[in-house]
C-alpha cells in the first residue's frame, strides 16, 4: 500500500484533504499545539485521513539547535534535554507528544535527528533507555539518523529497538523496517523541484516494495 502526503500543509487544509489521504504535522517538532487545536483538526479532517507527526524537538536536539528559536516555553536545565538523554525533562516531552498523538489517532511517530547526534556510546545508550522505558502503544517509531552512523550499527539499533529506518529515497536504503518511511528532502536543496524523470525512477524503485510505504514530501 502505497500513501503519499506531504510535511506539513502545503495548501489549504480543505484542499488539502481532497488530494491526499496522510500528512506529517511539522508543528508537533517545533513547539507542541494545544490540545484544542489539535482536537480542532482531528474532527476537521475526514474519518479516515492519516496523521502522522514528528516528535517534539525536547526529546531529540540540543538547546544550542537553531530550531529552538521557535520554542515558546522556557528552558531551564538546558543540558537535560535532547539526544534521548534519560531525564524528567526528555521523558514529560515525549508524554506529551504521545497525547498529541492519540488525540489524532496518529500511529507513525518520526524521531528525527541533528547531525550532532553522532554515533558516541552515551548517545547509544541515552536512545536505548529511552525506547525501552516508553510506553510503546500500538505506535510505529520512525527513526531519521544524520551524523555519520554506519549502516550496520544502524541496523542493529533498529532491530533491538524496533524502529523504522527512515530514509530520503533518493539519498539511501533502509537497514531495517517493518514498513517504509521516506521523507524527501530535496536533491541538493530543500526548493528542488521534483522532474518527471525523478518521479519515474522513484515509482520504479517502489514498485519493488510490497510492504505499507509511506512518501511524504
Known sequence: MLKIGCCGFAVKKREYFKNFSVVELQQTFYQLPSKELILKWRNESPLDFEYTLKAWQLITHPPSSPTYRRIKIKIKNERNYGFFKPTDEVFSAWNKT????????AKVI???CPASFGPEEANIKNMKMFFKKIKRKKYIFCWEQRGGWENNLIKEICEELNLV????????KPVFDNINYFRLHGIGTYNYKYTK????????????FSKITYVMF
Open 98 to 105: 504521545s497525547q498529541i498523538a492519540d488525540i489524532l489517532k
Open 110 to 112: 518520526i524521531f528525527q
Open 165 to 172: 529506518h527512515c530514509v530520503d529515497p533518493f539519498k539511501g
Open 197 to 208: 524523470g525523478d518521479l519515474e525512477r522513484l515509482k520504479e524503485e517502489l514498485n519493488k
